[in-house]
Antibody, heavy 119, light 112 residues
Framework: QVHLQESGPGLAKPSETLTLSCDVS?????????WGWIRQPPGKGLEWVIH???????YDNPSLTSRVTMSIDTSKNQFSLSLRSVTAADTAVYYCVRFDMNKVVFDSWGQGALVTVSS | QSALTQPPSVSGAPGQRVTISCTGSSSNIGAGFDVHWYQRRPGEAPKLLIYDNTNRPSGVPDRFSGSKSGASASLAITGLQAEDEADYFC????????????FGGGTKVIVL
């Protein structure tokens, strides 16, 4: 059974880059599926951020395109999120997810990591 | 503001039936795209509850059921249990925006 676990700093300063990692166990990232990130700001709904295939195809939220990138390290079975020039509006719980592109459904989620943007 | 509209909360006593609505538009649910539902219990990772409008993944009790009609979908929980107290989110695809993936704002189910 696949398990996803987020890790990274819980605090980021305004204008800096937020970086999170997701360790995947129980399933090889190269076997298929897309992998990605979803976030939930305090008091708001879920927001899709980005998802990516291990061979490079990437889809991201147009509202974040200029600031967001994702990378996959197949040797570590891990993927990462980078969000540049963060503001308080980027404060959220960030979830790493496995995404079934055919059904457009997120079938596995991490527990989530709270990142607060504050000076 | 979320692309899909859900009530902020619903409540019911143990054993009762509750339903959660998810209202979209002609560019997402109304365009025929499937709806999926997720459950997030306090302190736990979100879990896929219903996929493709009506299907339950292995291990999900049949107390949970989904339906879809027109530009709306619903999640029903029958025989409500204390462990069902959680946040529930609907999700679909939007072909009219470049967002692709859209979510509802979430509904808190309160077991009285």
């Amino acid at each position: 059974q696949v398990h996803l676990q987020e890790s990274g700093p819980g605090l980021a300063k305004p204008s800096e880059t937020l970086t999170l990692s997701c360790d995947v166990s129980g399933y090889s990232i190269t076997r298929g599926y897309y992998w990605g990130w979803i976030r939930q700001p305090p008091g708001k709904g879920l927001e899709w951020v980005i998802h990516m295939y291990h061979r490079g195809s990437t889809y991201d939220n147009p509202s974040l395109t200029s600031r967001v990138t994702m990378s996959i390290d197949t040797s570590k079975n891990q993927f990462s999120l980078s969000l540049r020039s963060v503001t308080a509006a980027d404060t959220a719980v960030y979830y790493c997810v496995r995404f079934d592109m055919n059904k457009v459904v997120f079938d596995s989620w991490g527990q989530g990591a709270l990142v607060t943007v504050s000076s | 503001q979320s692309a899909l509209t859900q009530p902020p909360s619903v409540s019911g006593a143990p054993g009762q039936r509750v339903t959660i609505s998810c209202t979209g538009s002609s560019s997402n649910i109304g365009a025929g795209f499937d709806v999926h539902w997720y459950q997030r219990r306090p302190g736990e990772a979100p879990k896929l509850l219903i996929y493709d409008n009506t299907n339950r993944p292995s291990g999900v009790p049949d107390r949970f059921s989904g339906s879809k009609s027109g530009a709306s979908a619903s999640l029903a929980i029958t025989g409500l249990q204390a462990e069902d107290e959680a946040d529930y989110f609907c999700q679909s695809y939007d072909g009219g925006l470049s967002l692709h993936v859209v979510f509802g704002g979430g509904t808190k189910v309160i077991v009285l």
